[in-house]
Each structure stands twice: as structure tokens, then as C-alpha cells.
């Protein structure tokens, strides 16, 4: 057997990492990113020789990698050239239809034509490395940027934006939390306090402080950093915050504002919040027991209103409009508009009073909704049966005992009225397409809410609908506004920018999943994905500085560029139902995988017959796959790839006879994860793996690549089969992630569930663009099943024998099929340097072999 080809990936493997400034002889401040902030302060400790040896270092680091860069643009240009001048007869092969979108490979270049240029805070992470570690939500303060995640808080400083940091590769440098608190579930910032308050799902609220809580000698915060205090705010997950502030401005008070399930809102008094904050250290214990003393429900207070069994819905979103003192709440089905105070000036004398006086609740559409609603809220006429039997009942004990029966009967009505309005609106019962998910007010008092369909609404102070607007069907995730500017996120990843009047200036994909908060400091609108990447977009963007900034960051690439060079060995054998010895998976594969950095094995017929692909087909109806044999396949091929100390499998699939699995060398293993599986069965009404696909998806340096074994149909004459098996794989095949949600603590709530069951999510594409389109690089390969047309058994024999491969290689049906481009559009074949192998004949020397071929977008 022929070892399979190798494939020199070293031109795809180009990481971008967090840009870095510094200023060359000329005075142009050029982005660095091995050039640390701290090298060109000047240092007043004993660490100035450790500083500049640092400085030094990364200094050197950065000559290595710009020689490096000039070295391969160079020697590519030279290749290119050689290769033109000795190109052989039949030189590497390029199937017909790339210029089609769905088979048009993605941009690969350091600067993206398609979006403004972004500061990358945190880039995205491997998933397998944040386990319990997401981030859900980032708040930005005058001076840090904080970010609330699954087991605590990070906090960088806008200074380090543009530092290195030994913390993540290519993040900017953070100070983290104590381990262990419950997950993030909201943050809101008070600059006249100088904290930061987060609402957490196991329902406590955490105080902490901005920049004077547990600073090192430098002023930054240490590693480990503690809350100032916490106390138990509600029973269920806090999942909303925000801060109402009232009085003049020499005596301006605030309250702290809290939602959670059920529709439950308490307001934490300005005067409580205040004298807590002034304790010490050692009287944490007294300043939660004076919070969680000082609350007002305001559900409670609503109750007499006819409004308490309306605001039932789980309180996602709380605002704050100080400016007209309302509070805005969003729920599922309807929103509340709160008056907080109304202040009247007299003179030099101030009075305020709070009245917390529930304006209206209206839905999506504007429309009020009613006081008393006679299906959901029955205890007025009870209340009225109750106290006419109060009158005329001669007998106290039995007007008791009427208005007990009474009086749980109203509270077992409402208690199920309650229960079925919260599980309609989790369910879907209601239109759950046009429930809100986010809001926000922008700088002329308007209110903007943003819907699960991607409707967005405009209302005024006194919430009144105005206008609607809908320029993409996925759902708003988050909004933020800065200036005139409306910034909006959305499920699909993408950012749209609007102005005042919801006309749209400009739009992007921001990031490769749904965009679930933004928040604005430093000139920058910085996004949060949910991989847990933190991208930073100019506040001018979409404008003239844009094209700027990608002009001089497309000038100097080299500085913040790094070429990997990487090869990965792709072999595939169709093994008949047999099991190979450990001398013939030497002699194919551990000779050829000492250089590489990753193998991708393909098998078919692993195991084939009818109860097999029965078998098959009933596990993946639930979600199993795998068998013995197939196992037996993995162990064999890791211990001639001797996994455990040179290689590690990440991944693998199988689908009845298919089998496709990946191993990746130790020592680049940290820079390699999100490693998804996928199977498309095409035989039989294409519900049975006797033909068909299995694939693997896995980021490499940043890079995302897919690999694809495929066993297409056969027989000769069944080319246009083999074709739509071929188009059925490549539109259908979608990557599931691993279920995240399991580590989920039993009995968390319905909204945290949903928002963990998003990691499980898989990368979001183009609309109606398929996933295999939207990687860096597809490799397919397996038993193809194209023949050749024109000859017989025996002729073929002979001009292989002779190894005269191109005259074989001319009455290719593939070939015929890919130059029409019918097959494979756009893709690379690699130069064939192996005979054909259909038909062979079992342990005959020169007539037994495999068939690799390897195809390449």
C-alpha cells in the first residue's frame, strides 16, 4: 500500500492575535502584537533589568516573526513562479463552479474586506477549554471592561487593551475573581459609588468595588479579588439589574432595581445600599442583613391594583429612564412601565416622593392591557361573594370557615392561572416569535425593544408605539447606543448599526455566533459573543475610518501575523469488512505521520450487512453510534500512531460502515479544539449508512477545517447518483456540539437552561448558505465510487502495470464530472501518483492496494 499524499496547510494556517502600538522613527503609531505596553514605561521597582529583559524578548519574538513573514511571502511568490515554468502534464486539478457562492471559499486575509476592523479583547477561545468557564454578560465602566461568566468575574483595564498577557493567548491582560460563586447572570455600574453589582442565578446580588478593592502596589486589581458584600436578593436566578436615580444633582439619591422569575422586581433602597457600603471588611455578615432587610416588593404593592396576575412573566430586561423617572421592564409577553418619583423644585427647598405607581402594561403591539382580567383574575366577584355571606351569616364560625373555602379557592385559581401564563410564554403556546429580548433608550428619550423574529419597535417615553423596522429575520439579542447611533445584535452573529430613526446605516458578521450583550467605553462598542470572544468595533463604524484602519492594519500585516506551518496526512481505505494486521498500518501510516501535525483517517465497510445497518440506523434515532468494530479500527490505528504520547484523538464519527477519525500531535494540541461530528446517510430513501458521509469540524490556530469520508453510490452507470449524493452531503451536513447543558445544577431555572443550551448551538451560518461552505478548508475523502469509461479489465491491468497513469486518469468519470463542474465545484484535486484500485484481488502482489484521494477547498 501507498502512503497517502500529504498536504502542506502552512498558506491557511494564519492566526490574527490582539493588535499591540507603538511608534516607529517616522512618529506612525503602528499595531504590534508581540510589543508589550509595559516595554515602554518607564519603571520606578527593582524589576527594571526583568522589564527590559522582557522588553528584549519580545522585541526579538517580534524580528523572528516578521523575518518569518517576509521569508514565506517570499519563497510563495518563488514557488508560484517555478512551478508556472515546470508544470507538469496534468498538475494539480480544479473542478468547474468555484464562482458559485455555496462553494466559493471564505475570505482567508488578516484584515476581512467585509466588516470594519475590530480589537480582538478576548479572541475565541476553544470550547473544550471553558467548560463552566462562559461568559454571559460585559459591562463597561469609566475605567474597566467586567465580565460576568459561569464560576465568576474578570475585569480588564482599558489601559491593557493593547497589552500582552501570559492569561489566554492573545488576550489582554485581566485580574479574575474568587472561583466558585454562582453564574453571572447580569451587571449594572454606579460611577458615584464606584461598584459594580452582579445578579447571580442562585439569586444573591454581589457588590463590588471598582478599583479600591484588593489593589496590589501597582493600583490593579489583585488576582483572587473578593466582593465587598453580597446578600440573598430572590429565590429564583436575578436576571436583571438596574440602577433609578432621583433628587438634584447636590443630593442625587439611587436605588438598585432587581427582576427575576415570575415576574418578580424589588427595589433595594439608596439609604440601606449607602450605609452598607460604609462598613468594613469585618462587617460583611451586618451589611447583607441590612440589604436583605430593606427591600420593596413591588409586585406586593401592584396587587391592589389589578396588575399583579399580569406580571407573571420572567423579567429579562429592567431600564432606567431618569430623565422622564420611568422604569421600563420587558418580560416575555408584555412590558411594565414604573414611575420612580416625581420631584417638585421650590426654591432651595426638595422634597421627593417616591411613588413606585404602575403606569400601564401593554404588549408588542401597543395595546393596553386591561386592569381585570376576568379569565386570569376572578377574586373581585369572590371577594364580593365572600363579604355578602360575611353580613348575613348569623354564625361566626361558619362566615370563617365560607371565607377559608373562599380564600383558597381564589389563591388555587390564581396559583394555576399563574402557572399557565409562565409555561405558555416558555413554551411557545403564545407567539413566542414576537416576545422581547432586548431594550433600550436612546439619547432622545425614545424606547427601542427588540423582538425573538427580528422585529424592531420604537416607542416613546409614555409608551406609545411609534414605527417598527425589520432588516434581518434573526432574533435581536442585545442592543447598545452611543450618540446618535442604535448598535444591534443579533442570534446570527451579526451588527447592524441604525440612527435615530431606524434607518440602517451599515451591517456585519461580527462573530461566528449569536451576539448576546454590548456595551460601549474607550471609543469602542465591544460585543460579546456566546463562544465567550470579546470583540472591540469603532464608534464611528460604519464611516471613513474604517477603510483607514484596514489600509495601514493591510500594510503591516507582518507585525501582528504569525504563520504556522502545519502538515496534516489524510488517508482513506475502503477495507471490505476485513481487520488489518499491525505490520500493514505501520507500513501505510507510521512511516508518513513522523513529520505531521495531524491525521484524518477515513474508513468504509467497516461492518456492513442488513442487521448491521439496522442496527445502525435505530441508534442514531437516538443518539448513539459507534460499534465494537469500529472501536477495534480506533485502537488498532492509536497504537500504531502511538496515542497517548506522540498523538491524541479528538474526534471521531461513525455511521454504520463509515468511520472518520482525527489525531493531532501533543505538542500542538492547545492550539487545536471545537471539535464537532456530523453524519449524512444517502442510501435508501437517504435514511440508511450503507452510502453516505460522516464528517468532523475542528479549529486549528483559528483556522476552522472539516474533514469528510464519503461513500457514494456504485456501479458504473450510476454517475448522476453519485453527483446527488455527493450535493445531498454537501447542503445537509450540519455539526452538533457536545450538550453543555448537562453540568446545569439540577433544578436551575427555565431562562438559565435556555441560556446555556445556546453553547450547544452549532456555528452559525449565511442564511441559507450550508455549513460545509462557511469552514476555512473541506477536505473530502473516501471510496468515491467513480470508474473509468472506455476501458476494459484487462487493459486497465496492463497500463497499471506499466504505471502509465494519465492516460487512465483522462477517461476518469470524476474528472469528466468535475470539469463539467457537476461534482466537487471548485475544489482541488492533488496530482494522482497511485493506480486505481476497484476490483482488486484479495493477497495477489501489485493487484491489492487503496484508493486515497483527497479533495480540497
Not at 517580534?62 to 502534464?89: E, P, Q, W
Request: with cysteine; glycine share 8%; proline share 3%.
Amino acid at each position: 500500500m501507498d502512503p497517502p499524499p500529504l498536504i502542506d496547510f502552512s498558506d491557511y494556517a494564519v492566526s490574527s492575535a490582539t493588535s499591540h502600538t507603538y511608534t516607529d522613527p517616522q512618529g506612525t503609531r503602528i499595531f504590534d502584537r508581540y510589543l508589550s505596553s509595559s516595554s515602554s514605561s518607564a519603571a520606578a521597582s527593582d524589576d527594571d533589568d526583568e522589564e527590559t529583559h522582557s522588553s528584549n524578548s519580545t522585541t526579538i519574538k517580534r524580528l523572528d516573526y516578521m523575518i518569518d513573514f517576509l521569508d514565506r511571502k517570499l519563497s510563495t511568490s518563488d514557488d508560484r513562479n517555478r512551478n508556472k515554468r515546470s508544470a507538469s502534464s496534468l498538475p494539480e486539478f480544479v473542478g468547474r463552479g468555484g464562482d458559485i457562492p455555496m462553494f466559493r471559499p471564505p475570505i482567508r486575509g488578516a484584515v476581512h474586506p467585509a466588516r470594519p476592523p475590530s480589537l480582538e479583547l478576548r479572541p475565541h477561545p476553544l470550547r473544550e477549554t471553558q467548560v463552566g468557564c462562559f461568559l454571559r454578560t460585559i459591562l463597561c465602566t469609566e475605567k474597566q471592561v467586567w465580565g460576568g461568566g459561569e464560576n465568576g468575574l474578570r475585569v480588564w483595564s482599558l489601559k491593557d487593551l493593547y497589552s500582552e498577557s501570559g492569561n489566554e493567548d492573545g488576550t489582554a491582560p485581566f485580574k479574575e475573581s474568587v472561583r466558585g460563586i454562582s453564574a453571572v447572570m447580569c451587571l449594572v455600574g454606579d460611577e458615584g459609588s464606584e461598584v459594580v453589582w452582579s445578579g447571580h442565578r442562585d439569586g444573591r446580588m454581589r457588590c463590588w468595588k471598582m478599583m479600591n478593592q484588593n489593589q496590589n502596589q501597582h493600583g490593579r486589581l489583585s488576582d483572587g479579588f473578593r466582593e465587598a458584600f453580597s446578600c440573598q436578593a430572590h429565590r429564583g436566578p436575578v436576571l436583571s439589574l438596574c440602577i433609578s436615580s432621583y433628587g438634584i444633582i447636590s443630593t442625587k439619591k439611587w436605588d438598585l432595581w432587581s427582576g427575576s422569575e415570575g415576574g418578580a422586581i424589588k427595589i433595594w433602597p439608596w439609604e440601606a445600599l449607602e450605609k452598607a457600603l460604609s462598613l468594613t471588611a469585618e462587617e460583611r455578615p451586618m451589611a447583607s442583613l441590612i440589604v436583605e432587610r430593606s427591600y420593596i416588593d413591588l409586585r406586593s404593592q401592584l396587587s391592589v391594583n389589578g396588575f399583579s396576575s399580569m406580571l407573571t412573566s420572567d423579567v429579562k430586561n429592567l431600564l432606567s429612564d431618569n430623565s422622564s423617572a420611568k422604569v421600563w421592564s420587558a418580560g416575555y409577553l408584555s412590558f411594565a412601565l414604573c414611575l420612580v418619583y416625581v420631584s417638585v423644585f421650590v426654591v432651595d427647598l426638595y422634597r421627593d416622593a417616591r411613588t413606585r405607581e404602575l403606569l400601564k402594561v401593554f404588549n408588542i403591539d401597543g395595546q393596553i392591557e386591561n386592569r381585570v382580567d376576568m379569565s386570569l383574575s376572578p377574586d373581585l366577584f369572590l371577594e364580593d361573594d365572600v363579604k355578602m355571606k360575611i353580613v348575613t351569616s348569623s354564625k361566626k364560625d361558619k362566615t370563617q370557615s365560607s371565607f377559608g373555602f373562599f380564600q383558597r379557592s381564589r389563591n388555587a385559581i390564581m396559583g394555576a392561572a399563574d402557572a399557565v401564563r409562565r409555561v405558555a410564554a416558555r413554551s411557545g403556546f403564545g407567539d413566542d416569535n414576537r416576545r422581547a429580548e432586548a431594550l433600550t433608550m436612546t439619547i432622545d428619550g425614545m424606547i427601542w425593544t427588540g423582538c425573538a423574529n427580528g422585529l424592531i419597535v420604537q416607542w416613546d417615553a409614555n409608551g406609545n408605539r411609534l414605527l417598527d423596522f425589520q432588516y434581518h429575520s434573526s432574533a435581536v439579542q442585545c442592543f447598545c447606543t452611543f450618540g446618535s447611533r442604535i448598535w444591534v445584535g443579533y442570534v446570527s452573529g451579526i451588527v447592524q448599526v441604525l440612527d435615530l430613526e431606524g434607518n440602517l446605516l451599515g451591517g456585519w458578521v461580527a462573530h461566528s455566533s449569536p451576539v448576546i450583550k454590548m456595551t460601549v467605553a474607550a471609543g469602542y462598542v465591544f460585543t460579546l459573543a456566546n463562544h465567550g470572544g470579546i470583540r472591540g468595533w469603532n464608534v464611528t463604524s460604519p464611516g471613513p475610518v474604517d477603510s483607514i484602519l484596514s489600509s495601514e492594519l493591510s500594510e503591516k500585516e507582518f507585525l501582528y501575523t504569525r504563520i504556522e506551518n502545519l502538515k496534516i496526512l489524510t488517508g482513506t481505505w475502503n477495507v471490505g469488512q476485513g481487520r488489518a494486521s499491525h505490520d500493514s498500518l505501520i507500513s501505510w501510516l507510521g512511516s508518513a505521520a513522523s513529520d505531521v501535525g495531524i491525521v484524518v483517517v477515513g474508513l468504509q465497510e467497516v461492518e456492513m450487512g442488513a442487521g448491521v445497518l439496522a442496527m445502525s440506523a435505530a441508534k442514531e434515532t437516538v443518539g448513539l453510534e459507534g460499534s465494537s468494530v469500529g472501536q477495534w479500527w480506533l485502537d488498532m490505528i492509536g497504537k500504531t500512531l502511538d496515542e497517548g504520547s506522540t498523538f491524541e484523538r479528538v474526534g471521531s464519527r461513525q455511521l454504520a460502515g463509515l468511520l472518520v477519525a482525527v489525531w493531532v500531535r501533543n505538542n500542538i494540541k492547545a492550539y487545536i479544539g471545537d471539535v464537532d461530528a456530523a453524519a449524512v446517510p444517502c442510501g435508501f430513501g437517504r435514511a440508511i449508512g450503507n452510502k453516505g458521509a460522516v464528517g468532523l469540524r475542528l479549529r486549528v490556530y483559528d483556522r476552522v477545517m472539516c474533514f469528510v469520508n464519503c461513500h457514494f453510490a456504485a456501479h458504473l452507470e450510476a454517475v448522476n447518483r453519485r453527483n446527488a449524493d455527493f450535493d445531498h452531503v454537501y447542503r445537509t451536513m450540519t455539526f452538533v456540539r457536545p450538550n453543555l447543558s448537562n453540568a446545569v445544577a439540577a433544578g436551575a431555572s427555565s431562562p438559565v437552561q435556555m441560556l446555556r443550551s445556546t453553547n450547544a448551538m452549532g456555528m452559525q451560518t449565511v442564511e441559507g448558505m450550508p455549513e460545509l461552505s462557511e469552514v476555512d478548508m473541506v477536505i473530502f475523502l473516501g471510496d468515491f465510487n467513480y470508474r473509468l469509461d472506455g476501458i476494459s479489465y484487462d487493459e486497465a491491468r496492463d497500463f497499471v502495470s506499466q504505471r502509465c497513469f494519465d492516460w487512465l486518469k483522462e477517461r476518469d468519470q470524476l474528472r469528466a464530472e468535475m470539469e463539467t463542474g457537476n461534482v466537487f465545484q471548485g475544489m482541488r484535486e492533488a496530482v494522482i501518483r497511485f493506480p486505481p484500485t476497484y476490483k482488486f484481488e484479495r493477497h495477489q502482489a501489485g493487484l491489492a492496494g487503496m484508493l486515497t484521494i483527497n479533495f480540497m477547498n
